[in-house]
């Protein structure tokens, strides 16, 4: 069992930077995270996702090159660094944990994923 919780949203003006958080508690090895963010009427988007060693790393197309996820396993945090925001980066941000055996595996499909957070909001005013 994981329990997920995310911190880190909030209000930022476009162009500008803000640092999500996702802290596990429970067992953390051998898990693929993952963030999604959703807006009311859409279904929920693919934003990045992180192999257990870090090895391996996805990200959806609207934040290549902007947004970089990373981990640090002894903490039992992910994170989620966004820069160069975008008004279209609104949305609620998930943390989401999936267990995988194989190694350098990551998914973007959110139904793939077992574990979810509470989600916290980011808004980008412009």
């Known amino acids: 069992q994981v329990q997920l919780v995310e911190s880190g949203g909030g209000l930022v003006q476009a162009g500008g930077s803000l640092r999500l958080s996702c802290e596990a508690s429970?067992?953390?090895?051998?898990?693929?995270m993952g963030w999604f963010r959703q807006v009311p009427g859409k279904e929920r988007e693919f934003v990045a996702a992180i192999s257990w060693g870090g090895g391996k790393i996805e990200y959806g197309d609207s934040v290549k090159g902007r947004f970089n996820i990373s981990r640090v396993n002894a903490k039992s945090t992910v994170y989620l660094q966004m820069n160069s925001m975008k008004p279209e980066d609104t949305g609620v941000y998930y943390c989401?944990?999936?267990?995988?055996?194989?190694?350098?595996?990551?998914?973007?499909?959110?139904?793939?994923?077992?574990?979810w957070g509470q989600g916290t909001q980011v808004t980008v005013s412009s």
């Open positions: 989401a944990a999936v267990f995988l055996i194989r190694p350098m595996t990551v998914s973007k499909n959110p139904n793939e994923y077992t574990y």
């Open positions: 429970g067992s953390f090895g051998n898990y693929v």
